[in-house]
Nanobody
């Protein structure tokens, strides 16, 4: 089993900054892409930013130039630095990770791939 634990959500004024963290733990063989999604009340969950194991990044147009995603592979952690926050950034932010786990039996290593989600962290931006 793998757990993703997010932290860093808070109430902040418009124009402020926050840094979200998401640490993965458990039976991890490797972590491929990691990303941040958000869901505002009454809206669908949407991709905010993603980063591959090779550090290629992808951002939603609404956050380009304001948010930066990064990862620390040694700590199995992904970060989201959010600046110039706007009220429309208010949402629950979820961490996602594509995790590979491995099992060995009779000399054969088998790798499995799973998609994991964190429990979410609330970001509220007041105007």
């Amino acid at each position: 089993q793998v757990q993703l634990v997010e932290s860093g959500g808070d109430l902040v004024q418009a124009g402020g900054s926050l840094r979200l963290s998401c640490a993965a733990s458990g039976s991890i063989f490797s972590i491929n892409a990691m990303g941040w999604y958000r869901q505002a009340p009454g809206k669908q969950r949407e991709l905010v930013a993603a980063i591959t194991s090779g550090d290629s990044t992808n951002y939603a147009d609404s956050v380009k130039g304001r948010f930066t995603i990064s990862r620390d592979n040694a700590k199995n952690t992904v970060y989201l630095q959010m600046s110039s926050l706007k009220p429309e950034d208010t949402a629950i932010y979820y961490c996602n990770a594509e995790v590979s786990t491995a099992a060995q039996a009779m000399g054969v290593l088998t790798v499995y791939h799973y998609d994991y989600w964190g429990q979410g962290t609330q970001v509220t931006v007041s105007s």
